[in-house]
DNA sequence: GTGGTCAAGTGGTATGACCAGTAGCCGAGA
DNA sequence: TCTCGGCTACTGGTCATACCACTTGACCAC
């Protein structure tokens, strides 16, 4: 196993990782108040300055809401939450959560062609000269995790050349909650970034500039793995219950 | 001109927005170290828990990185954050992004027919039911502005049905963006929100269970008025270069 | 060159104090 | 009895300061 470089994690981030696991995991319900500032800084055995750190970053992410003077009370964070609180709910648990991953390869299967519509709209010579070296870093390596990887690689260039910041927000945070559990998932994604052909395909109708044909294309790579993959989070999700 | 809640601008708040609109404007490139804490601290007149509360949040929205003992420095936006950042950027400078604008047209016109199609797999009689209410709200109202918030919350009501935790998010990430401009955009949504007759018609989609009649229904809600406004965008784009 | 040491600078954390806004109690007045 | 006003206790907001922990780079011994 390669050594990994250690991340420390600080005061802070515990707190809101406590504080997050409570408000997701029901522990809070929504609109109950928080304890005060002063209280959980002692329960905690922190500073006041760490706790509060913690709330304000909750409060940007939408899952309470801090009132000067009254008390912190907690939101609906299905109702409020933005797409960056994605990879904290994939990994809620422990585990994988598998309703959460079966919501980010549908996405993923809705989202995928229309990047790649546009950027066969938009995308010129060097996006093709991009993409498909892309693709042949991705054809280089047997190995299953430098396939994501570089699959991974070949969508940010596809994004790129979709030319669209609102995709390439989605992208990025699809991204940061796939990234995580990239290396677990590699056996399952290998059926998928295994077959180059169906990249070659991809690269050469986005060239073409042809919105349909790049659809259609983009859907081909994308649809087998989901299909295999929705169906063992089905058979996964009915055991658990 | 009724009157407004005031919202107290916080100090932190302040301060993050200031650096934020560095990062965002390009007055500090990707790379470049920030002062220290204590330096920005000094410059910006506040104290430094002050400096430093804003900075977490930077870091939690991944714009900058910040280093135990050496210094912060600010990261790509474009690559690293997430869609939490929209409504930041389409309101970036004062007015309306154009071109942040318009690729939120495109993810719209890609995203809601997708989320249209998972919420007629899934959706019972109770979603059919919810939906039409919601369409009567719509076909209630003359006001452009009420019935701009009116089918907002329609399509919260298919994105229920939808029962994906990716695309739920996505979308409070998206009306996060939205709601600001809202009254600025409802006379140019109007032509939308106006027909209630393809409200009705992807009502009924969504009813018959069939994926792909609701996709169909589904980009006929959106793409009139979203083919009308990309065509404005893209000559007003046009006009600022 | 390699590794060790050290000082300076940076972020991390804690403490304590005070400011500012909210909510509820409670008494004075209608 | 009801209502208004202010008081009070509690909450979050901000600050100054001190100290800890880490990184960096220079310098030095080996």
Redesign the pocket.
């Known amino acids: 196993m390669p050594l990994q470089p250690v991340s ?1 994690r ?4 515990e707190v809101f990782d406590q504080v997050l696991a409570e408000v997701v995991d029901g522990g809070l319900e929504a609109g109950e108040a ?6 959980l ?1 002692e329960v905690l ?6 706790v ?2 913690a ?2 970053r909750m409060a940007q992410t939408r899952l309470v809401e ?7 009370t907690v939101r609906d964070f299905r109702r409020h939450a933005g797409l960056d609180l994605l990879p904290r709910l994939l990994l809620r648990g422990g585990g994988l959560d598998a309703a959460v991953a079966r919501s980010i390869l549908e996405a993923r299967l809705v989202v995928g062609p229309g990047v790649a519509a546009l950027a066969a709209e938009r995308g010129g010579p060097a996006l093709v000269a991009a993409l498909t070296a892309a693709v042949e870093a991705l054809a280089g390596t047997e190995d299953d995790v430098e396939r994501q990887v570089h699959a991974l690689a070949y969508w940010d260039v596809v994004v790129d050349g979709a030319d669209s910041l609102t995709f390439r927000l989605m992208f990025n945070s699809l991204r940061a909650a796939y990234e995580p559990a990239l290396e677990a998932l590699a056996p399952l994604m290998a059926e998928e970034v295994g077959q180059v052909g169906a990249y070659r395909v991809l690269t050469a109708a986005i060239g073409e500039g042809d919105p349909d044909t790049a659809r259609a294309a983009a859907e081909r790579v994308l649809r087998p793995a989901t299909t295999s993959l929705l169906t063992a989070l089905k058979a996964l999700e009915n055991s658990e219950e």
Chains 1, 2 share one sequence.
């Open positions: 420390p600080s005061v802070p981030d928080l304890p005060s500032e002063r209280r800084a055995g922190v500073s006041r300055p760490a509060r750190e709330l304000q801090v009132r000067h003077g009254g008390s912190t």
